[in-house]
């Protein structure tokens, strides 16, 4: 970006090749903040369908909502893997911005 240029422009090509990498590393971290905001967002989802459908079959069984409950619960249980990958590196991309600056 600008800081980029203006290092490279005083002579300085180490400090522009820090400051890129720096800013690689921050936006790397944003998307993948991002990421996981939206995996996060589809594991609330889930649960509160999950809970929806459990609170109807209490009040008595239902075969069609049984199925699509057991469907509903696969769902959200496989939601939890990916968010807790992504956790992992979105603290690792956190790592790589502090280790930039």
Do not use: C, W, Y
């Amino acid at each position: 970006g600008v800081l980029e240029a203006g290092a490279a422009e005083h002579g300085s090509p180490e400090l522009a090749r820090v400051l890129a990498l720096l800013q690689a590393a921050k936006t790397k971290l944003a998307v993948d903040s991002h990421s996981l905001d939206v995996a996060e967002g589809a594991r609330a989802i889930d649960k509160d369908v999950v809970l929806k459908d459990m609170a109807i079959l209490n009040q008595g069984p239902d075969p069609q909502l049984a199925q699509k409950g057991k469907a509903d619960t696969v769902r959200f249980l496989a939601d939890q893997p990916e968010v807790t990958r992504l956790e992992a590196v979105v603290e690792e991309d956190r790592k790589a911005v502090a280790v930039a600056q």
